[in-house]
């Protein structure tokens, strides 16, 4: 198993293979909230990269979960909170979904042979899956407008970790050692660590702190969102 | 002073603000070699992305610098290793230059305000230049075929310290903060550090790691090479 980190959508083309497993990520906070809508029993999550689209859907009766610059928009249900998701309301539900860097990520691994939705949220139950049906793993880090970000590039070294105690790895290059390095350090106080990274002063200046904390607990739920390319929905995988 | 670090060639548009000071860094070796060059007497260095324009250059009865995947190429009088070029040969001299990431670089960041050339090798003349007038210096890596490196982003976090001891600086995203992170856990034996890194293991394989622990070295030069604009040259600067 060869395991990769692309830390931006932008560069994903010179990281991609044929055959690769992508998986998308974006620790704050959206593949989180994502893995917490389907874990709360939402049908499937529809990914759209402009707000209009949003808006369409929001018309023609979708419910829609919609952030920019870390807010929610106004005309949406629910922003990128994972704790907007209530059960309650997401339930069966098919959830349209865009925010500022995750969706774009999304895009861009859109035609590898497989595409998963990562976080701290569902790292073990996605590190055994990759370990039974990939040869080569690439984290497409969603970072912050195409700049790379801290908090992903740690789930990249800690899903390294993940993967190594379940069986042998071979890094695919720098972009996953630099990962790893900074794992190393940041893992006995993640939540410490990354309050020196530009996100975490986005979140505490939005007066979403909480969610910081939440999106870097481990295993909180045991799906791993899985993309259909056919219908371009992601749904849960037990 | 504020300092940012992108980390591939292909994030710069992401990266430019108006106004700034580019450093493209290619450690190993091309930013190390131009240096180098222009330290032991050459008059000039131009650079050019294309194999074919180093050929014609070579046909006008130029001296040719050329590699590619780390090895001279046939037709060129010097390869990407700073010992080849010595001050007999190079002295007076205009060098044309081309390398497989290194001349990318200096592609992206040609429309900033300044560009320099920055290694270990001028660390600290380049702090000093830049303290005095730069207000947001964005040290652009060069990497592989725009992957990111970890000798390039190693670079970073020792310019970052080189600049801190001279005045106060504001890091200008999570990317010179990872790289800052990486140094502290590389410093106390950088080449040790660095022998898990891709680009060394290709040194080894071309037999040229003696490269590797010269292009290391701090402060082996006292020159800042700048590139000028209106004639695409870059000269060296006491």
């Not at 198993?1 to 992508?22: G, H, I, Q, W």
């Not at 925010?99 to 590190?127: K, Q």
């Not at 996100?199 to 799906?223: F, P, S």
């Amino acid at each position: 198993m060869t395991l990769d980190l692309c830390p931006s959508p932008a560069l994903y083309p010179f990281y991609r293979k044929v055959n690769d497993t992508v998986i998308v990520v974006d620790i704050f906070r959206a593949s989180t909230t994502m893995c917490t809508m389907l874990h709360n029993g939402a049908a499937a999550i529809i990914t759209v990269p402009a707000i209009e689209d949003a808006i369409q859907y929001k018309s023609a009766g979708f419910l829609v979960g919609a952030e920019r610059q870390t807010r929610k928009c106004d005309f949406a249900d629910f922003g990128n909170s994972p704790f907007d998701y209530r059960r309650e309301k997401v339930l069966g539900k098919e959830i349209v979904f865009t925010t500022t860097n995750g969706t774009m990520a999304i895009e861009m691994g859109r035609e590898s042979r497989m595409l998963y939705i990562g976080a701290f949220s569902n790292i073990d139950v996605l590190a055994n899956r990759c370990m039974k049906d990939s040869d080569r793993v690439v984290i497409l880090c969603a970072g912050w407008h195409n700049r790379i970000n801290m908090e992903d590039t740690l789930f990249g070294g800690a899903f390294a970790e993940a993967l190594s105690c379940r069986g042998e790895i071979t890094h695919g290059s720098d972009a996953i050692k630099i990962a790893t390095e900074l794992w190393q350090k940041a893992k006995n106080d993640p939540l410490g660590y990354l309050q020196k990274s530009d996100h975490y002063q986005r979140l505490i200046n939005n007066g979403v702190e909480d969610d910081a904390a939440y999106c870097l607990q481990h295993n909180t739920v045991t799906v791993v969102p899985v993309y259909n390319s056919a219908d371009k929905k992601i749904r849960a995988s037990v």
